[in-house]
């Protein structure tokens, strides 16, 4: 179920909300725990029961590595905590990619390939054991107390606004919430707002563009141009980040209308001046994630620029590793790792300062082709890409030409996007509706504001009535 669905708009919403506001303080939680599980079975069905193990195990794990405990400081329990949650989720999201690299290698050495029943992946799973594993962690380090109550514990890891696909939500931000929380009007208000345009990244502008980004990946490499090349990269930039970012914007409006605040993750990633200010931008509960329980407990920048290197090149090997499955999304993390390893490079060794409008421009561009690794389904099909985009290839007539792909919808809602990729908009729009500065009426721009979210959330039933092109990239994760 995800959220731009009738069933979860139109059924599982309205009846969340109307039975939880109606029901008495004292037994919200367990409501909100029960419809978060409905939430999670009704994608998963029976293997509801890897994320209840991973409930009832970190449960336990959090009272073993418990200050109080004697027995806390033994390497042995926070190595078994990590341990069996990294197991779980190696097992489940790369048993079969392991498999099948070990089956390659066998049939180079003429050897027979191993038997292999494919292994299942949970929906979410790298965004619930990261929760989990920020827990257990926190709780072994003395930042947060562990939580004694298993139903609450329970909720945090299985809260349906960021189950299935982040923001990966700390245990410390919102702990307090979990047992004193108040929904009050400001919060409802701010939290339908924000889901509305979360809803609206994703069904106006990412879907649309999806429907070029998938037509021209799925074409052989001789049969379009470099320019549509260009164009699919652009497109699927903006089809990632509306996507994504959207369904973030709806995680943290939900999680209002319950009364949780989660953290912002995106902060406009497409204006920024480095590799280095790009991942604190994009994707920021992730990146933060990484820095805080790998990077820095690896060594961080402390010993040295080698060090450092190394250290960076872990992190986003992993952080690629995260995303899929597959060599080319470790080969888009790798290539994340050198460009920061570079950048520390030159700042320490260069003595000139590079023009600004070079850093948004180089960094622009390197994102964008690195996006080929990730949206590419295998390793030849994203150099066979790379080389249309340099024009090296074909020179037969194209079949497929940007005038083809350009019609009114898709350079509209293009020409949009690359503007709400950038804090204009939503300037412009504070601006406008800074009644001290314009001297308009309260009443006035609260009625146009919310005329606004109307007509988005009319725009965006349109698209559900019409069934048209729905994909969810990091739905897979």
């Given at each position: 179920?995800?959220?731009?669905?009738?069933?979860?708009?139109?059924?599982?919403?309205?009846?969340?909300?109307?039975?939880?506001?109606?029901?008495?303080?004292?037994?919200?939680?367990?409501?909100?725990?029960?419809?978060?599980?409905?939430?999670?079975?009704?994608?998963?069905?029976?293997?509801?029961?890897?994320?209840?193990?991973?409930?009832?195990?970190?449960?336990?794990?959090?009272?073993?590595?418990?200050?109080?405990?004697?027995?806390?400081?033994?390497?042995?329990?926070?190595?078994?905590?990590?341990?069996?949650?990294?197991?779980?989720?190696?097992?489940?999201?790369?048993?079969?990619?392991?498999?099948?690299?070990?089956?390659?290698?066998?049939?180079?050495?003429?050897?027979?390939?191993?038997?292999?029943?494919?292994?299942?992946?949970?929906?979410?799973?790298?965004?619930?054991?990261?929760?989990?594993?920020?827990?257990?962690?926190?709780?072994?380090?003395?930042?947060?107390?562990?939580?004694?109550?298993?139903?609450?514990?329970?909720?945090?890891?299985?809260?349906?606004?960021?189950?299935?696909?982040?923001?990966?939500?700390?245990?410390?931000?919102?702990?307090?919430?979990?047992?004193?929380?108040?929904?009050?009007?400001?919060?409802?208000?701010?939290?339908?707002?924000?889901?509305?345009?979360?809803?609206?990244?994703?069904?106006?502008?990412?879907?649309?563009?999806?429907?070029?980004?998938?037509?021209?990946?799925?074409?052989?490499?001789?049969?379009?141009?470099?320019?549509?090349?260009?164009?699919?990269?652009?497109?699927?930039?903006?089809?990632?980040?509306?996507?994504?970012?959207?369904?973030?914007?709806?995680?943290?409006?939900?999680?209002?209308?319950?009364?949780?605040?989660?953290?912002?993750?995106?902060?406009?990633?497409?204006?920024?001046?480095?590799?280095?200010?790009?991942?604190?931008?994009?994707?920021?509960?992730?990146?933060?994630?990484?820095?805080?329980?790998?990077?820095?407990?690896?060594?961080?920048?402390?010993?040295?620029?080698?060090?450092?290197?190394?250290?960076?090149?872990?992190?986003?090997?992993?952080?690629?590793?995260?995303?899929?499955?597959?060599?080319?999304?470790?080969?888009?993390?790798?290539?994340?790792?050198?460009?920061?390893?570079?950048?520390?490079?030159?700042?320490?060794?260069?003595?000139?300062?590079?023009?600004?409008?070079?850093?948004?421009?180089?960094?622009?561009?390197?994102?964008?082709?690195?996006?080929?690794?990730?949206?590419?389904?295998?390793?030849?099909?994203?150099?066979?890409?790379?080389?249309?985009?340099?024009?090296?290839?074909?020179?037969?007539?194209?079949?497929?030409?940007?005038?083809?792909?350009l019609n009114r919808e898709v350079s509209v809602v293009v020409l949009l996007a690359v503007l709400g990729a950038t804090p204009l908009p939503l300037r412009l729009w504070q601006k406008w509706l800074n009644p001290s500065k314009h001297h308009r009426p309260a009443h006035l721009l609260w009625g146009i504001q919310t005329l606004a979210m109307t007509m988005l959330m009319f725009a965006c039933w349109l698209k559900l009535a019409a069934n048209t092109h729905?994909?969810?990239?990091?739905?897979?994760?």
């Amino acid at each position: 179920m995800v959220f731009s669905s009738e069933i979860f708009l139109f059924i599982f919403l309205p009846l969340v909300l109307g039975i939880y506001f109606l029901l008495p303080a004292r037994v919200k939680n367990l409501f909100l725990l029960a419809a978060s599980l409905c939430f999670y079975a009704w994608g998963e069905g029976f293997y509801l029961w890897v994320m209840l193990a991973s409930i009832s195990f970190n449960y336990g794990m959090g009272l073993w590595l418990s200050p109080e405990n004697p027995k806390a400081k033994s390497p042995w329990v926070l190595g078994s905590a990590v341990g069996v949650n990294l197991g779980l989720l190696v097992y489940c999201k790369y048993a079969n990619f392991m498999a099948g690299n070990l089956n390659r290698v066998f049939l180079f050495m003429d050897r027979p390939p191993v038997e292999w029943a494919p292994v299942h992946l949970p929906i979410g799973i790298s965004f619930f054991t990261f929760q989990a594993l920020s827990y257990v962690l926190d709780v072994r380090s003395g930042k947060i107390s562990a939580q004694k109550n298993p139903l609450d514990l329970a909720l945090y890891i299985s809260l349906f606004p960021q189950l299935i696909a982040g923001p990966i939500v700390r245990y410390s931000d919102i702990a307090k919430e979990i047992t004193h929380r108040h929904s009050r009007l400001a919060d409802m208000s701010e939290g339908s707002q924000r889901f509305l345009i979360g809803l609206g990244k994703k069904m106006l502008i990412a879907n649309t563009v999806a429907i070029p980004v998938d037509h021209i990946f799925s074409l052989p490499a001789d049969q379009f141009s470099p320019a549509v090349a260009w164009f699919a990269v652009i497109c699927y930039a903006l089809q990632i980040y509306f996507d994504f970012s959207g369904y973030s914007d709806m995680a943290i409006g939900l999680g209002r209308l319950f009364g949780f605040h989660f953290l912002e993750n995106f902060n406009y990633p497409y204006i920024s001046s480095s590799i280095t200010d790009f991942w604190r931008r994009w994707h920021i509960s992730l990146s933060t994630w990484f820095r805080d329980y790998l990077y820095i407990p690896l060594g961080g920048n402390r010993k040295g620029m080698r060090r450092t290197g190394l250290n960076l090149l872990i992190v986003f090997f992993l952080c690629g590793l995260w995303h899929g499955a597959s060599w080319t999304f470790v080969i888009w993390g790798l290539l994340h790792g050198c460009f920061l390893i570079i950048e520390r490079v030159l700042r320490h060794r260069v003595p000139f300062k590079r023009p600004r409008w070079f850093g948004y421009l180089y960094t622009l561009i390197l994102v964008l082709c690195s996006w080929v690794f990730f949206r590419a389904e295998s390793l030849p099909e994203a150099l066979n890409f790379f080389k249309v985009m340099a024009g090296v290839g074909s020179e037969a007539p194209y079949l497929t030409t940007l005038p083809m792909l350009l019609n009114r919808e898709v350079s509209v809602v293009v020409l949009l996007a690359v503007l709400g990729a950038t804090p204009l908009p939503l300037r412009l729009w504070q601006k406008w509706l800074n009644p001290s500065k314009h001297h308009r009426p309260a009443h006035l721009l609260w009625g146009i504001q919310t005329l606004a979210m109307t007509m988005l959330m009319f725009a965006c039933w349109l698209k559900l009535a019409a069934n048209t092109h729905n994909p969810f990239i990091y739905f897979r994760f």
